[in-house]
């Protein structure tokens, strides 16, 4: 027998090691391009949630204000809706942007749950806008405005498969007059 031959199976043992190799190195490299791309992706969804509750919270918080000029809220800073009305529109129009990359990068989960929560500050505003003097009412809006809130962050948390967060609602000393 010819030396090649005798070494042959020597030589496939290395040929079928070094594919196996490559083959083994390509396939973890897929992994983890696969494993960053999504934590990439997870990252950048965080941030637009984030900043979509943040330019709605800017909404919510201008309302207040707007309610305590009016009786219907106890916040300690009273904004007429004359001085809040340009403030008001900034908000809505920072909102925007925030809403475009919710509709791109958010799960329908999270994009439904933010759709409710935005329709509760907008009927906000709209009882704010007609002048309205109804605490009552008006705790009924913040009661459904907080569940928005409340239901968008739970989406947001399974949607990144985060642990479960706090509610947010806790219980306000009675001011004087026995208003929250």
Same mark, same amino acid.
């Given at each position: 027998?010819?030396?090649?031959?005798?070494?042959?199976? #020597?030589?496939?043992?290395?040929?079928?090691?070094?594919?196996?190799?490559?083959? =083994?190195?390509?396939?973890?490299?897929?992994?983890?391009?696969?494993?960053?791309? #999504?934590?990439?992706?997870?990252?950048?969804?965080?941030? =637009?949630? /984030?900043?979509? /509750?943040?330019?709605?919270?800017?909404?919510?918080?201008? #309302?207040?204000?707007?309610?305590?000029?009016?009786?219907?809220?106890?916040?300690?800073?009273?904004?007429?809706? @004359?001085?809040?009305?340009?403030?008001?529109?900034? #908000?809505?129009?920072?909102?925007?942007?925030?809403? @475009?990359?919710?509709?791109?990068?958010?799960?329908? @989960?999270?994009?439904?749950?933010?759709?409710?929560?935005?329709?509760?500050?907008?009927?906000? @505003?709209?009882?704010?806008?007609?002048?309205?003097?109804?605490?009552?009412?008006?705790?009924?809006?913040?009661?459904?405005?907080?569940?928005?809130?409340?239901?968008?962050?739970? /989406?947001?948390?399974?949607?990144?498969?985060?642990?479960?967060?706090?509610?947010?609602?806790?219980?306000?000393?009675?001011?004087?007059?026995?208003?929250?």
């Amino acid at each position: 027998m010819s030396t090649f031959i005798q070494q042959l199976p #020597a030589l496939l043992g290395v040929v079928i090691g070094a594919l196996g190799s490559y083959l =083994v190195v390509m396939r973890g490299d897929q992994v983890r391009f696969r494993r960053e791309q #999504a934590a990439r992706w997870e990252e950048r969804r965080l941030t =637009v949630y /984030a900043d979509w /509750a943040r330019s709605l919270k800017q909404s919510v918080t201008l #309302a207040y204000r707007v309610a305590s000029h009016f009786g219907n809220d106890p916040h300690p800073h009273p904004l007429p809706p @004359e001085e809040a009305a340009s403030l008001q529109a900034e #908000a809505t129009v920072a909102r925007d942007p925030s809403g @475009e990359a919710l509709l791109l990068l958010g799960s329908p @989960e999270v994009v439904d749950r933010a759709r409710a929560w935005v329709v509760v500050v907008l009927e906000m @505003e709209e009882f704010l806008r007609a002048g309205r003097r109804d605490p009552g009412a008006w705790q009924v809006l913040l009661d459904r405005q907080r569940a928005g809130r409340e239901g968008y962050y739970s /989406a947001v948390r399974a949607d990144l498969a985060l642990p479960p967060g706090h509610s947010a609602r806790w219980r306000m000393p009675v001011a004087p007059g026995g208003q929250r």
